[in-house]
């Protein structure tokens, strides 16, 4: 069964710091991966995805990607935060194909301090 | 981009009443939606898979009984939570896979029920 794990619960960062989410999933072969990003009471939004191809996957919003297969990792990363970047960000696996389900992680919340 | 709409986005029900949860496809069709929930401060657990013209699948543990899902068409998928108690006080969110985007996963803007 596939399963997603991210270490980290709750994240502080200065505005202007860069950002390094952490996400490892555990799968079979390769998966499709997922960030999605959660501003309180609102709905998911896809922040970026990884299918195959180059495993640097550049997303909405100045976030960027990197699948290391060797580590299971997908871990998300932005250079420069911004105060509207604090929200709850959540990694997802799912199996490659069409129409098949996602499972997401338990999420890191993001708190952004000026 | 591919579009979901999601109705309503708040509702306070009393406690035995039922409540009906939409889920629209705006701009593309969608033969399979999916019903998530999800618990303050959690992430979320995927509760059903709904297919457009036939029954919906469940997730272990999830009563089917309880959380009708009807896929009558390519753009609408509706979830009913039946003789609602307070413990069903959740936020649940549908996704719908667009074919055109390769499988993009688009979610709608949630539902936060109130079971009071």
């Known amino acids: 069964a596939q399963s997603v794990t991210q270490p980290d619960i709750h994240i502080t960062v200065s505005e202007g710091a860069s950002l390094e989410l952490r996400c490892n999933y555990s799968?079979?072969?390769?998966?499709?991966l997922f960030w999605y990003v959660q501003s309180p009471g609102q709905g998911l939004q896809l922040l970026l995805k990884?299918?195959?191809?180059?495993?640097l996957v550049q997303g909405i919003k100045g976030f960027e990607a990197e699948f290391k297969r060797s580590q299971s990792s997908f871990n998300l990363r932005k250079p420069s935060v911004h105060w509207s970047d604090a929200a709850e960000y959540f990694c997802?696996?799912?199996?490659?194909?069409?129409?098949?389900?996602?499972?997401f992680g338990t999420g890191t919340k993001l708190q952004v301090i000026p | 981009g591919a579009v979901v709409s999601q109705h309503p986005s708040r509702v306070i029900c009393k406690s035995g009443t039922s409540v009906k949860i939409e889920c629209r496809s705006l701009?593309?069709?969608?033969?399979?939606m999916f019903w998530y929930r999800q618990f303050p401060k959690q992430s979320l657990m995927l509760m059903a898979t709904?297919?457009?013209?036939?029954?919906?699948?469940?997730e272990q543990g999830v009563e089917k009984d309880k959380f009708l899902i009807n896929h009558a068409s390519l753009t609408l998928s509706t979830l009913t939570v039946t003789s609602a108690h307070p413990e069903d006080s959740s936020f649940y969110i549908c996704?719908?896979?667009?074919?055109?985007?390769?499988?993009?996963?688009?979610f709608g803007s949630g539902t936060r029920l109130t079971v009071v």
């Open positions: 996704s719908a896979q667009d074919r055109t985007s390769n499988y993009g996963y688009t």
């Open positions: 799968y079979g072969a390769t998966p499709y």
């Open positions: 990884y299918f195959s191809g180059d495993t």
């Open positions: 997802a696996v799912g199996a490659p194909g069409g129409y098949q389900k996602v499972t």
């Open positions: 701009d593309f069709q969608a033969t399979t």
């Open positions: 709904s297919n457009e013209g036939s029954k919906a699948t469940y």
